[in-house]
Structures are given as C-alpha cells and as structure tokens.
C-alpha cells in the first residue's frame, strides 16, 4: 500500500527518469491525484509517471518538491534561503507552465 | 520584465517560450477523448485510464478557453449518468407498500418484516448509486482539477464535485422522471415506524440515506439548507406527532399512570438514540419537545389526577421511583407547566391527607365530646366522611386527649412522608417544597385546635411516666413538632396553651427532664425570638428560686414549728398563665392555716411589699389515712386534702352532703366537682358517694369509705384528668386569647405611631400585620376598631384627609 517510504518514477519526455520519494512527489497537487490509490489510475498501479516536460525542468521541479518537503514544518521567517535564487532565468518561464500544471 | 528582454538581446541562451499544442484543431477531438474516458471512469474502469494525458486534456481545454464546454460537456455525462443508475438501479427496487405508509397501523409480523426488508433493500440500492456517483465524482474532480482551479472561479459557477451533488439531488433523490422521492421519504418514515413499533430494522442503511439527504444542501437561492433538513424533518416530525398523540390517547386509555410514564421514558430514550444513531442531532431537540408536547403536556393532569395509579396512589404506596419518574419527565414540559401542574396536586393532595386527619381528629373527639349521646354501631369506623359520633367503641375520658395526640402525630407522619419523598423522589425541588407547606400550612390552620393540639403532644413527651422515651427520641419528636409548628398561624394561641400545659408539668413535678424542657424553650425561642419564651422563662426562674428558698424554709420552720412539711412554689403572677394563676383560693382548715402563716412570716421577712395568694389547686400533698384494715400514704391534691381533712372530724357513719363541703371549703363549683369526683368516684375510693354514679352532683351525699381496701401502701390519686379543654374552656380562652390580640394590637400600633408619626392608614395596616405576623393574622376590621379605640382615648388623631392618622405624643 501506499506510504511515504514508497518511491515512485518521473519521466520527461526527453527520457530522463527520477525516481522520487512518494512524499516528495505529492507535493505537486497534480502528481498526489495521479497517484491516489482509491482513484486508481494507471499510473497509481505502474507508480510511473510520464510528463510532458524536459528533464532539466521536471529536475528543477522535483528539487523545489524536496526543498518544500524539506521546509514544512519550518515557520516562513525562519527559512533563509530563497528558492528563487536557484532558478536559472533561462528555465523561468518554461518552469512556470510546469509548475501551474502540476499544481505545486 | 525588462531586465529579462535586457538578457535576451545580449545573445544568451534563449529562453524558451512554452511550447504551444496545436490548439483549434484539436480542441474537439480532445473532448471526445475524455468524455469518452469520463464514461470509462463512471464505469469503474479508472485504472486502464492515463491520469496525466486525461488531465492534460481537460489542462488543455481550459488553457485554450474551452472551460465553459468542458464544463457543460462534464455536467451532461454525469446526469446522463444519473439517469442512467436511477432507471436501472433504483427504481426495480421500489418497495410495494411504501408511499402509503405514514401514520398506518400496527402491521402484522410477518408483514412488518417484509415490509422491512423491503424498504431496507431500496435503500441500500439508493445507497449504492450514492456511493457510486460519489466515487466517480471524486475521480473527475482529481482529473478535472485545473478547471476546479481556474475555470470555475472566473466563470463564478460550483465546483464539479459540488454540481455532482446538485445533479445526485435532481436526477436522483427529486428526480421528475421517477417517484424516488417519495418512495424514499416514505421508506424512511416506514423503516422508523417499524422500529417504533419494536421490529428490527438494519439501522445503518437508514444511516447512510439520512447522511445522504444531510449531505445535499440545495442551493443559496433555495435557501442553502440541507435537504435533509427540507425535505425529510419536517415530514418525520409530522409523522412523529401523529404516532405519539395517538399512542399517548392509547395508553392513557389503560389508566395506568405509572406505565403510562414508564412508557414515556422509554420513548425518550429511544429517540434520543434513534437520532444519536441515524438520524441528525439537528432534529433531536426539536423531536424531543415533540415528544413531550404530544405525551406529557396535555394529559398532565390526567396523569396526576388518575384513579389507583396517579400521584395520590403512588404517595400512597410510597412509589418513589415512579414519582421520581414522574418528577423528572414533568420537568421536561415546557414553560414550567408540568412543575406548576406537579404543585398544584402535591398541593391538593397534601391537604386532602392533611383534611382526612382533621376529620378523622373531629370525629374522635366528637366521640369523647358527647358521651351521653346514643352511640350507633352500624357505621363503618374506616368511613371517614362519616357524620361525627361514627366511633362505635366506648369513649373513653382519655380519648380527646388520644384524637389530639393522634392529630399531632399524623401530621408529623405526613410531614416526614412528603419530606422523605421530597428528598428522595423530587430532589429537593424548592417550588415543590413550598407547594408542600402551603399545603400543610392551611390545614394545620384549619384545625381550630391545633396550637392547642401540638401543646399537648409536646407535653406527652416532656411528661413523666407515659411512656418510657429515650432522650433521642423526645429530641426527635420535638424537632418535628418544631417543624409543625412553624406552619401555625396563631402562635400566640399556641404559647397560652404552652405555657397552661408548662406550668403543670412543673407544678406537678411531672417534667421528665429539665434539659429537655429547656431544650424545648430554646427551640422556640429559634422560631420565635425573644419574646416569645420570656416569660416560659421566667416560670424555670420562679421554680429555681422556689427550689432554693426551700431549704432556707425548712431551717425557718426548725424555730417556728409547724404540725407538717410544707414547700412552697412562689410564682410570679406575671409570669404563668391566668388560668393556673387565677384559680381562686378556698379556705383551708385551721390546720392548714397555721402552716400557711409561718411561710407568709417568713416570707415576709425576706421580701417587702409582695402579696401572697395560695392556689389550692395547684399543690400536691401526702397524708397518711387509717382505714379499718391498714393505713396508706395518699397522695392527693392540695384541694383533695382539704377536703379529706373535713372527713377528719366526722363520725364514719355520718355524711357530708355536697353543699356542705362547698361552703366550709369554698371550693368552686368545678373544683370541687373534679376534686370529689377524683376521691370517690376513680380508681381509689377513699370516700363514698351516694347515690352512686360517675358524675357529681350538686345534691349528692358523701361519706368517708373506712372499709377501703388496696394492696399498695402508697396511693397516689390523680386529679380527674382535664387536659383537653372542654368546649366551654375553649371558649373562655378563645376570650382571653381574643383580650390579649386587643392589647397586642394597640401595643404594635402605638409603637409604630411613635416611631413614624403621620402614617396613612393603609400602611398602618399593613405595618401592623406585618409586625403582628410571626404570632398570629390580625384580622383587618380588628385592627380597625383598634385604631379607633385609640382614636377615642387620644393617643392617635385622624389628619385632615381622614385617610391618615397622626401620633399625639
């Protein structure tokens, strides 16, 4: 059954794959649907997701997953580092559309 | 913005514009793909399904400005849908005999279980598509998330999960194409029935439809409520009232009211339970005073006033848990009604029980009231409504005494009967407490005789040699007469024939205790204050002093010899009651006198200015008396020896006739009766009477009896008892009693004159009974008269607008 010690497989369309902590990847709204057991898609079966979005910006997402996984239980003033400083300008937009998709 | 078109024109790596699908054309194509999918998940075949290219389409559709026809397009599929489970699902499951059920009768066994499978396997199949609409609701929401997201707020419409519920209420539970609605309404109703009615009905299901119905809320517009709450509530309520006020006239109907109430205990408790379980608790108050309004608040009285079952008879049979019942659920009755009712018949009922013992007291005493009256056997002595003279036994001289002694003693039954219940059945309840009271209040006033009545039982406890009594128990008896008697209006009335009742006892030495007497003062003097018990005081003062100047006399008459002992109680007049006080004396013989004035001697030599009045008939003496066979000590009362010293000197064949005795002793005519009476007439004859006969006559010849014979060496003879007053007594001290109020009238009113000066007449009034109340209820025009008589004597006069009076210092 599903918990958070399961790991579940990302894949980009340009064929990179991530094998990401169950938790970490429910942190996309889009991802912890797909992957809802009662709901019982493909993909809550296969625990393979595919996306349509290139490696280098499904990675940016899943860092900004582990980094909210990482940051939960910490109040807003206390986290010093900014996760805007770690996007590259050049991904931006592309990383937008994703993140709007995912629902993260 | 411009710091990124800056970054683009200095030839960095480009970034990427958002690849773009190819949008028109696909748009349409798109949606058939996922109202196709959208089927397939209604059809539980979810798992065959993409989520992330299902989810991209609707994604796609939404970003593209296709939201309104994804949205339309979803709500079609689902009532489709709908329509579809209502046709095959639900409506084969319709159950026969609903829709026509409601208030119906009791059916049968076998019929009530069909019946309630019946309405059980509907409802499971409306549970079924329930939980079936609402399980592919929740998959097309997960997929159509991002139109939840984006689309539904700007286009200002309800989120797809929420249209589910709309439509699940429009194709389904208020379809238009099938009778779901009042199959199931009907169904539910039928299923509670059926339980009422003690069959077993499978309360999940109901359950599961009531969560139903408590889920779907109709729209703002209709109001916002829950269906439940629209549509079932109030049907189930009707339903319930229905059922209850004719089970209520049903049971009522029996006559039983202890099961009548059993019943509706139980009837509240499963309701509670029924609405705990499967129904709402939003209903359970409403059911509950539902329930009270249709079982207890109209037939309160009913209940209360039932023949063999009702108050009377469970106060009767001392059914506490059936009157504590009664109590509780009584509480439940809104505005207060059921206590109020509760009251007013505790109420009746205390004071028919308290009537029944001042009948029952009445007639006894009319018994002893008229002797000479012919008695009749023939009436039932239990009937107590009988015409007075009903007791069939020989009266006994006693037996007003037992009627009064019985009086005082029922009363304290009851108290302590209501008292107990009180505390037991009707926890303490004030308002009861007071009902009770008033109750006991009025009849104990009622009785005419009841101060004198509770003097007497107190003196029975307080007296020697009745009974032998532990000192708890006269402590109890008293504490409870103390409770009787603060339900007495008259207690001044109550002191007169306290103090009569005092004096005897320590006159005659009979008190059993001087701290229990004390006790006793002291209790009243709680209840009374001050005043009230000065004077018993004052009586316990005059008997000490008495006590020590006693012995002070007898080393007096050691120097001045006199031919017998004698001690003397000196009382001051003020303070004992005028009947003992203001007997008149008689003259003593010469042997007597001589005692007499040694004691004034000495007397007077102690104190100056003080009279001295012998009461003969308050004294008591021994003599020793030879007969033919043997002598014996008498004791006898002062009056008695007087008398018997007259025999002294008088041959024993010769006689005294009554008239002579009365003038050598000047007795009075009562006295002296009672006194010849007690010498040759009761136990111990020690003078012979002729004719002979219990009653005394003025003609009668007395003569002394030498041939007297006892086996005791010492005889005590009493006086012929008189404890309880004769009418005639009582009238004289109704008299002094009525002197007495003048004087305490005029006293309260010139004390409050004094200290307001101008008052109106009203308030003097008022003033007066107000002040006057502890002791007794001035009547009004008594006051009136009082006022003016000190009119007319000058202490008050009327001012000009004649309504209010001034005080003349």
Same mark, same amino acid.
């Given at each position: 059954m599903a918990n958070d010690d399961d790991y579940v497989l990302l894949e980009s369309n340009d064929g990179f794959k991530f094998v990401v902590s169950r938790k970490v990847a429910c942190g996309s709204g889009m991802l912890k649907s797909m992957l809802d057991d009662e709901a019982a898609f493909s993909e809550s079966r296969s625990k393979v997701c595919h996306l349509d979005y290139r490696g280098i910006i499904l990675l940016k997402v899943i860092e900004y997953l582990s980094y909210k996984v990482q940051y939960a239980d910490f109040n807003s003033e206390d986290i010093i580092e900014d996760f805007a400083d770690r996007i590259d300008p050049y991904i931006a937009l592309e990383l937008l559309t994703a993140a709007d998709f995912l629902d993260t | 913005m411009s710091m990124n078109l800056g970054a683009?024109?200095?030839?960095?790596?480009?970034?990427?514009?958002?690849?773009?699908?190819?949008?028109?054309?696909?748009?349409?194509?798109?949606?058939?793909?996922?109202?196709?999918?959208?089927?397939?998940?209604?059809?539980?075949?979810?798992?065959?399904?993409?989520?992330?290219?299902?989810?991209?389409?609707?994604?796609?559709?939404?970003?593209?400005?296709?939201?309104?026809?994804?949205?339309?397009?979803?709500?079609?599929?689902?009532?489709?849908?709908?329509?579809?489970?209502?046709?095959?699902?639900?409506?084969?499951?319709?159950?026969?005999?609903?829709?026509?059920?409601?208030?119906?009768?009791?059916?049968?066994?076998?019929?009530?279980?069909?019946?309630?499978?019946?309405?059980?396997?509907?409802?499971?199949?409306?549970?079924?598509?329930?939980?079936?609409?609402?399980?592919?609701?929740?998959?097309?929401?997960?997929? =159509?998330?991002?139109?939840?997201?984006?689309?539904?707020?700007?286009?200002?419409?309800?989120?797809?999960?929420?249209?589910?519920?709309?439509?699940?209420?429009?194709?389904?539970?208020?379809?238009?194409?099938?009778?779901?609605?009042?199959?199931?309404?009907?169904?539910?109703?039928?299923?509670?029935?059926?339980?009422?009615?003690?069959?077993?009905?499978?309360?999940?299901?109901?359950?599961?439809?009531?969560?139903?119905?408590?889920?779907?809320?109709?729209?703002?517009?209709?109001?916002?409520?829950?269906?439940?709450?629209?549509?079932?509530?109030?049907?189930?309520?009707?339903?319930?009232?229905?059922?209850?006020?004719?089970?209520?006239?049903?049971?009522?109907?029996?006559?039983?009211?202890?099961?009548?109430?059993?019943?509706?205990?139980?009837?509240?408790?499963?309701?509670?339970?029924?609405?705990?379980?499967?129904?709402?608790?939003?209903?359970h108050s409403q059911l509950h005073s539902l329930l009270v309004e249709h079982l207890l608040t109209p037939h309160l009285s009913t209940i209360l006033s039932m023949p063999g079952s009702g108050l009377v008879s469970m106060i009767e049979h001392d059914r506490v848990s059936d009157l504590r019942r009664l109590y509780t659920l009584f509480l439940h009755v809104p505005k207060d009604a059921g206590r109020i009712a509760l009251r007013l018949a505790l109420r009746a009922d205390a004071e028919d029980r308290g009537r029944t013992i001042n009948e029952n007291s009445a007639l006894s005493e009319s018994g002893s009231a008229g002797p000479a009256e012919e008695q009749t056997m023939d009436v039932d002595p239990d009937d107590v409504k009988g015409k007075g003279k009903a007791k069939s036994q020989v009266v006994s001289g006693g037996n007003a005494l037992l009627a009064a002694l019985k009086w005082v003693q029922d009363s304290v039954d009851l108290k302590d009967r209501f008292d107990r219940l009180l505390d037991e059945a009707f926890g303490g309840d004030k308002s009861l407490q007071m009902s009770i009271n008033e109750a006991f209040q009025s009849f104990i006033n009622a009785n005419p005789r009841s101060p004198e009545y509770l003097s007497l039982y107190i003196d029975e406890h307080l007296k020697k040699g009745t009974k032998t009594k532990s000192e708890d128990e006269i402590e109890a008896a008293l504490d409870k007469t103390t409770t009787l008697f603060r339900f007495l209006q008259d207690k001044d009335k109550f002191e007169r024939y306290y103090k009569i009742h005092l004096a005897r006892r320590l006159l005659y030495g009979r008190s059993v205790s001087d701290d229990a007497e004390k006790g006793m003062v002291a209790k009243l003097k709680v209840e009374m204050g001050f005043q009230f018990t000065q004077k018993l005081e004052g009586m316990f003062t005059d008997m000490r002093l008495s006590t020590d100047s006693a012995h002070l006399f007898q080393q007096f008459t050691q120097r001045h010899q006199i031919p017998f002992s004698l001690s003397v109680n000196v009382l001051t007049a003020s303070y004992w009651p005028p009947t003992i006080v203001s007997a008149s004396t008689c003259?003593?013989?010469?042997?007597?006198?001589?005692?007499?004035?040694?004691?004034?001697?000495?007397?007077?030599?102690?104190?100056?200015?003080?009279?001295?009045?012998?009461?003969?008939?308050?004294?008591?003496?021994?003599?020793?008396?030879?007969?033919?066979?043997?002598?014996?000590?008498?004791?006898?009362?002062?009056?008695?020896?007087?008398?018997?010293?007259?025999?002294?000197?008088?041959?024993?064949?010769?006689?005294?006739?009554?008239?002579?005795?009365?003038?050598?002793?000047?007795?009075?005519?009562?006295?002296?009766?009672?006194?010849?009476?007690?010498?040759?007439?009761?136990?111990?004859?020690?003078?012979?009477?002729?004719?002979?006969?219990?009653?005394?006559?003025?003609?009668?010849?007395?003569?002394?009896?030498?041939?007297?014979?006892?086996?005791?060496?010492?005889?005590?003879?009493?006086?012929?008892?008189?404890?309880?007053?004769?009418?005639?007594?009582?009238?004289?001290?109704?008299?002094?009693?009525?002197?007495?109020?003048?004087?305490?009238?005029?006293?309260?009113?010139?004390?409050?004159?004094?200290?307001?000066?101008?008052?109106?007449?009203?308030?003097?009034?008022?003033?007066?009974?107000?002040?006057?109340?502890?002791?007794?209820?001035?009547?009004?025009? =008594?006051?009136?008269?009082?006022?003016?008589?000190?009119?007319?004597?000058?202490?008050?006069?009327?001012?000009?607008?004649?309504?209010?009076?001034?005080?003349?210092?």
């Open positions: - | 683009a024109k200095r030839g960095k790596p480009k970034i990427r514009p958002p690849k773009k699908p190819d949008p028109q054309t696909s748009i349409k194509e798109t949606w058939i793909k996922l109202a196709n999918a959208i089927r397939e998940i209604q059809n539980h075949n979810a798992s065959k399904l993409s989520f992330e290219e299902h989810y991209r389409y609707a994604y796609n559709m939404v970003l593209f400005k296709n939201g309104d026809q994804l949205y339309a397009g979803v709500k079609g599929l689902i009532s489709e849908h709908l329509e579809k489970l209502a046709e095959e699902k639900i409506v084969p499951t319709f159950p026969r005999s609903s829709g026509t059920s409601g208030t119906g009768k009791r059916r049968s066994g076998a019929e009530a279980v069909e019946s309630a499978m019946e309405g059980d396997r509907f409802l499971k199949a409306v549970k079924t598509v329930w939980e079936d609409h609402t399980g592919s609701m929740r998959k097309l929401k997960d997929v =159509l998330k991002y139109m939840d997201k984006v689309y539904t707020p700007a286009a200002g419409v309800p989120q797809i999960y929420d249209v589910g519920l709309t439509l699940f209420l429009q194709h389904i539970v208020r379809s238009s194409r099938h009778s779901i609605h009042t199959h199931l309404i009907a169904t539910l109703l039928s299923q509670i029935q059926l339980e009422r009615d003690g069959e077993i009905i499978t309360r999940s299901t109901v359950r599961d439809c009531i969560d139903i119905l408590l889920r779907l809320t109709l729209s703002e517009r209709e109001g916002g409520k829950s269906v439940y709450s629209t549509d079932f509530e109030p049907e189930f309520l009707r339903n319930s009232a229905d059922y209850y006020r004719a089970e209520a006239l049903e049971i009522i109907e029996r006559g039983d009211a202890s099961r009548y109430l059993q019943n509706v205990e139980r009837r509240l408790s499963e309701e509670t339970d029924r609405t705990a379980h499967y129904l709402s608790s939003l209903t003259t003593f013989g010469p042997l007597l006198s001589s005692g007499q004035d040694t004691f004034e001697k000495y007397y007077a030599g102690r104190h100056s200015g003080r009279r001295l009045v012998w009461q003969g008939g308050l004294g008591t003496a021994d003599v020793r008396v030879r007969f033919k066979a043997r002598s014996h000590d008498l004791n006898v009362s002062t009056q008695a020896l007087v008398v018997l010293l007259l025999f002294e000197n008088v041959p024993t064949d010769e006689s005294l006739a009554y008239t002579e005795i009365q003038s050598s002793t000047n007795l009075p005519d009562a006295d002296l009766r009672r006194t010849l009476q007690s010498l040759a007439c009761g136990k111990f004859r020690v003078l012979t009477k002729t004719p002979k006969g219990r009653e005394v006559d003025s003609t009668d010849v007395f003569s002394f009896n030498e041939g007297f014979t006892s086996n005791l060496a010492r005889i005590k003879i009493m006086q012929v008892a008189n404890k309880v007053e004769s009418n005639k007594e009582r009238e004289e001290t109704q008299e002094q009693v009525a002197e007495e109020r003048k004087h305490q009238i005029e006293a309260c009113i010139v004390r409050i004159m004094k200290n307001r000066k101008i008052m109106s007449h009203n308030d003097l009034v008022s003033e007066v009974a107000h002040q006057l109340s502890s002791r007794f209820n001035p009547p009004l025009n =008594l006051v009136k008269k009082r006022i003016e008589g000190l009119i007319d004597r000058e202490y008050l006069e009327r001012t000009g607008d004649m309504a209010t009076y001034k005080y003349l210092a």
